[in-house]
C-alpha cells in the first residue's frame, strides 16, 4: 500500500506527519499544497482546508484532521506511543500541548505573519502584524521553560528514554520557526540538544532539504551543530 | 477507583467529558471552574488553564487536553470508538470537526462575546463585539449543512447505528449553543430530530439541568421536544 501526502513545508502539522510516516517506514508521495489558496480540488477532498491529507493510492481513502490522522496512523508499523495507557496519555499529552498551545501562542503568528502574508504580498492589502509578531517571540520563552522542564525529568526525550509522538510534534513547530531563524537557542541549553538529537534523525532528513521559494531559510537551519 | 471533573458548565469540553464519563459509567464528582479567571489553584494542576481537568481521587494524577484525555479514558468502561481502524478514524474525525472547526468559527465566538464578557461586565473595559456574533450566527449554517449531509447517508446517528464520540463532541458544542437560544433547528429538521435523541439519554440529563447564574437559559433548552 502507499500513500500520497498533501503538505506544505512550513506547515508543522504536515511536518509531523512526513516525520511519523518515515519513523514508521511507510512510502509516500508529496503533493505541494499551499492550503491558504483554497483550491477548489483540495477542498473537494479535504472540506477542513488545512494540511496534512492523506490519501490512499489504492483505496482512494482519505484521512485528514490532526489528531484522526495520527491515530490512524498509529495502528501501521512502529508505535510512536508507549503501549502502557498512562505513558501514553503523558505522551499525547504533551504532543497535545505543542499542537495546540505552542501553534496558538507561537508558530501561527509567525507563519501567517512572515510567512503567508509574505507570499501573498500584492494580493492582498494587509500588511504583517508587529504586535502579534512580538507577542508570539515573547510567548515562546515559556514554551521552551517547559521543554526545559521535560527534559530535566526525563532520559534524553521528553517523554523518556525512548524518542516518539511527543518529540516529533514539539520539533515540527520549532522546525517551522528554526527555518526563519526565530528560536532563541541560546536561552536553553537543554532543549537544543534534545532538538539537535532529533534534527539528526533520517527522518527528520528531507525537512532539512526544504526550501521555500520566496522565503528566507536561516543559516544554522541545515546545520546538526548549529 | 473514582474521579474529580473540573468543568465550567458553558464549556463544550467539559460537557463532553460529563456525558462520556456517564456513558461509560464513571463516577465523578464535579468541581465548578470558571477557567478565565486563570485561578492559581487550578493552574497549578493544569498548565493549560482550560478545562475540563479530571483527576483520580486514588492516585491524585491530573488529565487534562481535549484530545489526551478522551483517548486516557476511552480505556476505562463501554468503548465510545467501533473498534474497527477505518471507522474509528471516521469516528474521530467527525468528532475532530465539532471539537476545531465548529468550535473556532461558532461556540468560541459566541462563548467569548455573550458569555465570558458578560459574566466580567464592570471587571473589564471589553464590550462585546457585534461582528464577532455575526460571523458565528451565519458560520453555524454550514456546519448544519455538514450535519444534514452525515445524517442523510448514516442511520440515526453521525456515523452510523450506534451513538458515540462523534454525537457527543457535535452535541456538545451545540448544547452549549442552545442554552442561550442560538441554534436555527427549523434549518435542519434532520439535525433536530438527531439532537432530540442525543438530548434524551440519561448521560445528557445533568447538562438540562445546568443553569449558569447571569446567563439567560434559552425556554426550548430542557425541552425535549423543542
Redesign the interface.
Known amino acids: 500500500m502507499s500513500w500520497v501526502l498533501y503538505h506544505y513545508p512550513l506547515c508543522p502539522f504536515s511536518r509531523k506527519v512526513r516525520i511519523i510516516l518515515k519513523e514508521k517506514g511507510i512510502d509516500f508521495q508529496l503533493v505541494y499544497e499551499k492550503y491558504w489558496e483554497r483550491r477548489r480540488g483540495f477542498l473537494l477532498l479535504n472540506?477542513?482546508g488545512v494540511t496534512p491529507l492523506l490519501q490512499s493510492t489504492s483505496s482512494k481513502?482519505l484521512?485528514?484532521?490532526?489528531?484522526?490522522?495520527f491515530?490512524?496512523i498509529e495502528?501501521i508499523g512502529d508505535r510512536m506511543l508507549p503501549t502502557n495507557?498512562?505513558e501514553?496519555?503523558r505522551a499525547?499529552?504533551v504532543?497535545?500541548?505543542f499542537d495546540?498551545?505552542f501553534y496558538n501562542e507561537v508558530t501561527r503568528y509567525l507563519l501567517e505573519e512572515k510567512v503567508i502574508k509574505h507570499l501573498t504580498v500584492g494580493l492582498s492589502s494587509v500588511s504583517p502584524n508587529s504586535s502579534a509578531i512580538r507577542a508570539a517571540k515573547k510567548n515562546i520563552f515559556s514554551h521552551l521553560d517547559?521543554l526545559n522542564y521535560l527534559l530535566q525529568n526525563q532520559a534524553g526525550y521528553l517523554c523518556g528514554e525512548k524518542i516518539g509522538l511527543a518529540d516529533f510534534a514539539a520539533a515540527s513547530q520549532l522546525s517551522v520557526l528554526d527555518y526563519i531563524g526565530d528560536v532563541p537557542w541560546e536561552y536553553s541549553p537543554l532543549a537544543k540538544t534534545w532538538y539537535a538529537l532529533v534534527k539528526s534523525r533520517p527522518s527528520f532528513k528531507p525537512l532539512l532539504e526544504d526550501e521555500v521559494p520566496g522565503i528566507y531559510r536561516s543559516a544554522q537551519y541545515q546545520n546538526p551543530d548549529f
Open positions: 472540506p477542513t481513502k484521512y485528514f484532521g490532526n489528531y484522526s490522522l491515530e490512524f495502528n495507557d498512562e501514553a496519555y499525547r499529552s504532543a497535545e500541548w495546540v498551545k517547559y
